[in-house]
């Protein structure tokens, strides 16, 4: 009896000694990582055509390597403006120094299986597939110094820019009038942000002089805007408002918000469009404007991170 009691008290204390060693892993695990968050959200495209835009993203990789615990989804990315953002994942990664975070699209199917993975939907309800080639997937790397540490929290944003991603086809043998940009350009239509290192503009626009246009508001960092550069873009015919970090449509109420911006100073600026007989967005004009927020020029703003700057604006000519 008392060699039965040893044994059950041995038996005990092992059982103890290995919940205690488990519990201490789970904390030391926990330790070593930090909360990570992918959100992703949206500038508008200028094509009146497209009624809305869907993409599929099949993976999300950090240096390489794909983040556990996500799930293929598909979603309207276009309504996703105005600092409206979709959750991607939201999980741990590995307390550590980060550099790339790889966007991966599934241009062939759906999250449910359908074809095709990415599509703009016109107006009248078809779907163009936005396959830029026969691959059926699209790796989208974006550089980005992300520090994970334990117990941290990070919230990453990545804005997809649908008016440089998205361009006409002029070869509409496929049966689609809509492409994605090459793989290699996309890098410049989707950019990558701290939210918690971000802020945002926002304010209304009083435009009584073109109120049949549509108004889009580009916010650029202070010094790279060239009014020649877009004049002469506008006039050849190519894509204009390149170097914009974000944009955003002017409402119906006129108002506008341009989101996730990182800390520093923008220059904002603002053009009209008309839609031509196929529906196109055709550009109207490079707008001349004042700023009606007392102590603000529209070519200086300066922007905190976690700061909502309101500048409204009078919009008072025309360039072009």
Excluded: W
């Amino acid at each position: 009896m008392k060699n039965r009691t040893i044994v059950l008290t041995a038996i005990l204390a092992l059982l103890a000694f290995t919940m205690v060693r488990c519990s201490s892993d789970d904390v030391e695990k926990e330790a070593e990582t930090g909360q990570v968050s992918f959100k992703i959200t949206d500038s508008p495209s200028d094509d009146a055509n497209i009624s809305g835009t869907f993409i599929t993203v099949s993976d999300i990789k950090v240096d390489g390597k794909s983040v556990e615990g996500f799930a293929k989804q598909s979603f309207e990315i276009s309504a996703l403006q105005n600092g409206n953002t979709r959750t991607l994942f939201a999980g741990h990664l590995k307390a550590n120094s980060y550099s790339k975070i790889t966007l991966v699209l599934d241009m062939a199917t759906d999250a449910s299986g359908n074809a095709p993975g990415c599509y703009a939907l016109d107006t009248s309800g078809k779907k163009h597939s936005l396959a830029a080639s026969s691959e059926a997937t699209m790796e989208i790397d974006l550089q980005k110094d992300m520090q994970v540490s334990a117990a941290s929290q990070n919230n990453i944003v990545i804005d997809f820019d649908l008016r440089k991603a998205v361009v006409r086809q002029t070869d509409t043998s496929t049966g689609s009038n809509y492409s994605f940009v090459a793989q290699a350009d996309m890098k410049t239509a989707v950019r990558v942000a701290d939210e918690n290192k971000t802020g945002s503009l926002k304010g209304k626009v009083n435009n009584t002089l073109f109120t049949g246009k549509k108004v889009v508001v580009y916010a650029y960092k202070k010094g790279t805007f060239s009014t020649y550069t877009e004049l002469a873009a506008a006039l050849s015919g190519k894509a204009m408002f390149g170097k914009a970090v974000t944009s955003a449509s002017v409402g119906q109420d006129g108002n506008y918000h341009l989101a996730f911006l990182e800390e520093g100073e923008y220059e904002v600026y603002l053009a009209s469009y008309g839609a031509d007989s196929s529906g196109k967005m055709q550009f109207h004009g490079l707008l001349t404007a004042t700023s009606l927020t007392a102590e603000t020029v529209l070519d200086k703003i300066a922007l905190s991170a976690n700061a909502t700057v309101t500048v409204n604006i009078n919009v008072t000519g025309i360039l072009l």
